[in-house]
């Protein structure tokens, strides 16, 4: 299981922008493009935000949205808000393991 | 509603093992699977292994793979995690997360957690 890269934390002012990679995700033949985002709080459990590389659970917010190009997947939060502010963490179903986390700070 | 309710607080001392349960409520426990993940203090998420709730099939991380065991009870709708030869570096936040299945493997699309359970290693 190869270890998937991602920034150690990123940061924006309300209503920017922000992408978050996730690098080293291993190809499949079996063409399984499970690629999922999860948003941790301090001290609670995590939470899926998306999931299949790009798909939104229901009742998380549209401002949230998934990409994958190559070997790299990424997290896009627009209009940055003060709840945002969380440990984000990618996993890929063909490495069998997590990212190493992301500190988003909104400033 | 679906709910993940998981075992209370353990300490355990180095050598020891623990059995950590998570109780599944709310659909259709054999249709789906469920995964573990442990997160050390201050540390990433570890993914640890799943179990298929149907069939009882597993897979382990390598990492954890001479020292872990899932196993799940259908009838009491639980799955456990057995980590045996604890060491001080074990201390951390076990949870247990729902996942579909496709093709009969997993998703990785964890919907619904645990709330954690703390396993502390101390002698």
């Known amino acids: 299981q190869s270890a998937l890269t991602q920034p150690a934390s990123v940061s924006g002012s309300p209503g920017q922008s922000i992408t978050i990679s996730c690098t080293g995700i291993s190809s499949d033949l079996g063409g399984y493009n499970y690629v999922s985002w999860y948003q941790q709080h301090p001290a609670k459990a995590p939470k899926l935000m998306i999931y299949?590389?790009?798909i939104r659970p229901s009742g998380v917010s549209n401002r949230f949205s998934g990409s994958k190009s190559g070997n790299t997947a990424s997290l896009t939060i627009s209009g940055l808000q003060a709840e945002d502010e969380a440990d984000y963490y990618c996993y890929s179903y063909t490495n069998s393991v997590f990212g190493g986390g992301t500190k988003l700070t909104v400033l | 509603q679906v709910q993940l309710v998981q075992s209370g607080a353990e300490v355990k001392k180095p050598g020891a093992s623990v059995k950590i349960s998570c109780q599944a409520s709310?659909?259709?426990?054999?249709?789906?699977?469920i995964h573990w993940v442990r997160q050390a203090p201050g540390q990433r998420l570890e993914w640890m292994g799943w179990?298929?709730?149907?069939?009882?099939?597993?897979k382990y991380s390598q990492r954890f793979q001479d020292r872990v065991t899932i196993t799940r009870d259908t009838s009491a709708t639980t799955a456990y995690i057995d980590l045996s030869s604890l060491r001080s570096e074990d201390t951390a936040v076990f949870f247990c997360a729902r996942d579909s299945i496709k093709d009969g493997e997993y998703r990785a699309k964890f919907d619904y957690w645990g709330q954690g359970t703390l396993v502390t290693v101390s002698s």
């Open positions: 299949d590389v790009s």
């Open positions: 709310g659909y259709s426990f054999t249709n789906y699977a």
């Open positions: 179990i298929h709730g149907g069939n009882g099939y597993t």
